[in-house]
């Protein structure tokens, strides 16, 4: 049954890459507007602009991995053909995580686009092991928070809508832009709650070169975030097809 | 295992909320047969559906599957079935070969079959010359036996179709009949539902009717129309159509009869004495100036003993009729 169900995953993967990912809509939400946005702040102050990258990088992540993420089971499920993927021999926990990697697949080609441009662009020297110790787990959580949200409603336009609040306020409250330090104490409180919070963290660490034993807490709450996000979307599909 | 049968149920039951949708349903379809599940709409013919093929958890009871025991070996029920579902559902952004490659990766179809595999569905569905065009592209009919080529890419030894021939036009739908009688002859178990009285004499060995859940017959076509024999079934076709509002008339005034609305024009009134039938449906067409081209005494049909089994009113199977046409 483990090989059905990774035989399974792989080709979900692909197929989604082929159908929904690699397509101008999803490449414009998920690199156009995060760059768009980050421009934004730097012409209002194009001192430093180095220290908005670890904030371009996490938007490229959070805005690539629920660009279509977030709409693509509840499109399939509309339109019947989740029914097919169910039919197949593989068990529903598996569809489900064909459509999470297949976000965070795409989410990982925009993310690598947007760094392998800021290293040669800057001239930065990253440590490319702690970096995808950060990316990787991030793609994931943010692949299966787009899920959730997903298969919390019916329509394809009510996932777009819902994801769009937690979305905005992390951008504000998780220190792309900000630092969380300088917040008051009371969206310090928040910030900590928001994923995003913990990829910026873990971003800055290696940007700074100092990531220390800091970083594998940020590795270590990103994936309790992925599973968090993931176990209860697998029980709501599971609760559609009951 | 009961050898001889390859689908058992047993007292499978299915509740949405407090709606039961399915009551206590017992059947076993034997190897190599067309079994049909005959109801009207909204009589569990779907749902039960869902339950065999694991898209649904049953309530109660139990399924076996070749075997597998439904519940806990859904997987390996699934290696080995194929679903057409009432709604053609394959990706629209996919060619129709593609789409079968696609599926066949899902099974786990060898990477050196796949492609020799869906060339030969799409040659024997007749889509060959439009395998590379995107599926959304394609008509409904063609649609349609896409949907269930795919069913087929892995060699399933049991095929479920799910009201396989609504929305097509009639060639369409002889067409996809005389594939499934094809299917049958290579040796596959055939389990549909349809909702067409005359598509299921046509094409299943044995039928089970349905109704509000309930199964409550199981037998041949031929026993079905044998246990009505002994009506007499009058055919009455008027020159023009009837209006609600004359059906409503004429289902009162033989209250004590079954009458089947064919169509518009013509129904089939069963259960009274041939000459007071004529006598009284000649005056209806005089007091509502109206025409009657003939009136035959007929053999009965399929829909003649479907009604009188299941007691549903002509006004019930006029909505059904209406509601999905061929």
């Known amino acids: 049954m483990i090989n059905d169900n990774l035989r399974g995953i792989y080709y979900i993967v692909l197929k ?51 660009a279509a993420g977030a709409v693509v089971i509840n499109f399939e499920l509309r339109i019947g053909s989740l029914e097919r993927l169910l039919l197949a021999p593989i068990t529903l926990s598996a569809v489900l995580l064909g459509k999470i990697l297949g976000a965070a697949l795409f989410g990982l080609i925009m993310t690598l686009i947007v760094t392998i441009g800021s290293i040669i662009v800057f001239g930065l020297h990253l440590n490319i092991f702690y970096l995808m110790m950060i990316i990787l787990p991030s793609l994931l959580v943010f692949s299966s928070f787009g899920a959730l949200l997903c298969v919390m409603v019916k329509e394809v336009f009510e996932a777009q809508t819902l994801l769009n609040l937690p979305r905005f306020l992390m951008i504000f409250l998780s220190g792309v832009v900000y630092p969380v330090s300088a917040m008051p104490m009371i969206l310090q409180y928040i910030s900590y709650i928001l994923p995003l919070t913990y990829t910026i963290n873990g971003l800055d660490h290696i940007f700074n070169a100092n990531p220390g034993s800091m970083i594998f807490v940020d590795f270590i709450v990103l994936i309790l975030f992925f599973v968090l996000f993931t176990l209860p979307a697998v029980k709501l599909l599971e609760k559609k097809f009951a | 295992m009961n050898e001889e049968y390859v689908i058992q149920v047993s007292e499978l039951t299915k509740y949405y909320d407090k709606h039961l949708a399915v009551d206590n349903i017992n059947f076993n379809v034997k190897q190599g047969e067309i079994f049909g599940f005959l109801g009207p709409n909204g009589a569990g013919k779907t749902t039960t559906i869902r339950m065999l093929t694991g898209l649904s958890k049953p309530s109660k009871g139990n399924a076996s599957i070749l075997g597998f025991n439904q519940h806990n070996e859904i997987v390996e029920v699934k290696k080995h079935i194929g679903v057409v579902p009432e709604r053609s559902n394959l990706y629209d952004e ?15 179809v060898p990477r050196h079959l796949r492609r020799k595999r869906a060339e030969e569905l799409l040659k024997m569905f007749g889509l060959y010359e439009r395998k590379d065009s995107l599926f959304r592209t394609y008509s409904r009919g063609m649609k349609r036996s896409l949907t269930i080529a795919a069913a087929l890419v892995h060699h399933p030894k049991i095929l479920f179709l799910d009201e396989p021939t609504v929305g097509l036009d009639v060639v369409a739908a002889r067409s996809l009949r005389n594939l499934i009688n094809n299917l049958k002859s290579k040796g596959i178990t055939i389990f549909l539902t349809t909702h067409y009285l005359e598509e299921a004499d046509m094409l299943c060995d044995r039928v089970g009717i349905i109704v509000k859940g309930c199964i409550i017959k199981i037998d041949t076509p031929n026993q079905l129309k044998k246990a009505i024999a002994d009506d007499s079934i009058i055919e009455c076709i008027f020159t023009h159509e009837l209006s609600e509002k004359q059906m409503k008339m004429l289902t009162k005034r033989f209250s004590k009869s079954r009458i089947i609305s064919k169509d518009s024009q013509t129904i089939h009134i069963s259960g009274g004495v041939p000459n007071e039938v004529y006598e009284e449906l000649t005056l209806f067409a005089k007091e509502q100036n109206i025409q009657l081209e003939s009136i035959n005494s007929i053999k009965p049909s399929l829909e003649d003993a479907f009604i009188k089994i299941t007691g549903l009113s002509p006004i019930v ?10």
């Open chain 2, 317 to 326: 199977m006029a909505v059904e009729k209406g509601g999905k046409n061929q």
């Open chain 1, 16 to 66: 989604d890459m082929r159908t929904y990912y690699l397509k101008p809509p999803a490449v414009s939400w998920g690199i156009v507007f995060p760059l768009a946005w980050i421009m934004a702040f730097y012409l209002r102050n194009p001192q430093g602009f180095e220290n908005l990258i670890p904030g371009l990088i996490a938007m490229t992540i959070l805005f690539s991995t629920t």
């Open chain 2, 94 to 108: 996919l060619s129709g070969l593609d789409n079968l490659i696609f599926i066949g990766q899902l099974y786990g």
